[in-house]
C-alpha cells in the first residue's frame, strides 16, 4: 500500500465533510474570549479541525469495524469503511497527529482549557475505544458524543484566562443539546443494523419514534435558549428551527422504517453549512456592524 493510499484512507476516515463542526466552535470561542487571528488561534483550529477528527473518527472506525462492514450507509459520506490493514496506520495517525498540538496547547494554555482539552480527548477515546465503549451505553453515547463538539469551544474560550460572559454559557447549553439531538438522529436511522449485531444506543433502547422526537424537542430547546439572548441572536434561533422542522418530518417514524431518518441525516450534514454561515454572518454583525 503506498504512503499515498494511506493518507488518503486516513483523510477519507476523518470525515472532511464534518471538519468544520469541531474547529469552528473553538476558532468562534477564541476570538469571542478576545483573541485574535494568532499562533495559538491557528494551532487550535488546525488541531480540531484535521487531528482531532482523525483520532476521533479513526478510532471509531477502527473498534466498528465489524458492524459497519455489515452497514450499507458506511463507504461514502457518511463514513469510510477501510480494510484491516488500515486500522494500525488509523491509530498511529490519531496519536502522532494529536500530540504535537496537544503539547503545545496545553503549555500556551490555562488549567481551566487544559481541563477541557482532556475531557474532549477522554470523550475521543471513551465513545468508541473498550473497555468504556460509550457509544453503547444508551444516553451516555449521545452526551459524549455531544462533548465531542462542544469542547473545543469551551478550550477556546477559557485558553486565555479571560472572562466569559454569562450568554456563554446559554450559547454552549444550546450547542450541547444541539449535539445530543444530532447524535441521537443519527443513531435512529441504525435502529435495525444495530439490534441485529448487538449492539445497544439510546435508539435501541428509547426506540425509533420517542428518540426521534426527542431529538426534535433537544433541538427546539436549544433554538429557545437561542432566542433567550440579546441582540441578533433571534437570527441564529430561527436558523436553529431548521433542525426541528428536519426532524419533525419522522415524527412518526417506526422501528420498522428507521432506515428513512437517513433522508433527515444528509439534511442535516448540509444544514450544519448553512446555518454556520449565519452563525458567522450575525457574529460579524455585531462585532464589525
Known amino acids: 500500500m503506498s504512503v499515498l493510499n494511506i493518507v488518503g484512507g486516513i ?24 483573541g485574535g487571528l494568532d499562533w495559538l488561534f491557528w494551532a487550535g483550529v488546525v488541531f480540531f479541525l484535521i487531528p482531532y477528527n482523525i483520532a476521533m473518527y479513526g478510532i471509531n472506525d477502527v473498534f466498528d469495524y465489524e458492524s ?18 488500515m486500522h494500525a ?37 471513551a465513545y468508541s475505544a473498550p473497555p468504556m465503549r460509550f457509544k453503547e ?6 452526551l459524549t458524543s455531544s462533548a465531542h463538539f462542544t469542547t473545543p469551544a469551551l478550550v477556546g474560550a477559557t485558553i486565555l484566562g479571560t472572562s466569559i460572559s454569562g450568554y456563554f454559557w446559554f450559547a454552549v447549553l444550546a450547542f450541547f443539546l444541539w449535539g445530543m439531538a444530532s447524535h441521537a438522529l443519527g ?43 440579546p441582540g441578533p441572536a433571534w437570527i441564529v434561533g430561527i436558523a ?14 417506526s422501528d420498522e422504517t428507521c432506515e428513512d431518518v437517513n433522508q433527515a441525516w444528509r439534511v442535516f ?17 455585531v462585532f464589525l456592524g
Open 89 to 125: 496506520p488509523l491509530l498511529w495517525a490519531s496519536a502522532l497527529s494529536t500530540i504535537p498540538f496537544l503539547i503545545a496547547l496545553y503549555a500556551a494554555g490555562t488549567w481551566v482549557s487544559a481541563i477541557w482539552l482532556s475531557i474532549a480527548m477522554l470523550a475521543v477515546v
Open 137 to 142: 451505553r444508551p444516553v451516555l453515547d449521545s
Open 187 to 229: 443513531a435512529v436511522q441504525d435502529v435495525k443494523a444495530d439490534r441485529e449485531g448487538g449492539l445497544s444506543s439510546i435508539a435501541t433502547a428509547f426506540g425509533a419514534r420517542l428518540t426521534t422526537r426527542l431529538a426534535a424537542a433537544a433541538y427546539l430547546i436549544a433554538a429557545l435558549l437561542i432566542f433567550a439572548m
Open 68 to 85: 459497519d462492514i455489515r452497514n450499507p450507509r458506511k463507504g461514502g459520506i457518511e463514513g469510510a469503511v477501510l480494510p484491516r490493514s
Open 240 to 253: 436553529g428551527l431548521g433542525y426541528v422542522a428536519n426532524t419533525l418530518r419522522f415524527w412518526n417514524i
Open 269 to 285: 450534514l448540509w444544514l450544519n453549512y448553512l446555518v454556520g454561515a449565519v452563525v458567522t454572518i450575525t457574529i460579524a454583525w
Open 11 to 34: 483523510l477519507s476516515a476523518s470525515r472532511p465533510v464534518s471538519w468544520v463542526n469541531t474547529a469552528f466552535p473553538y476558532g468562534l470561542a477564541y476570538l469571542l474570549a478576545g
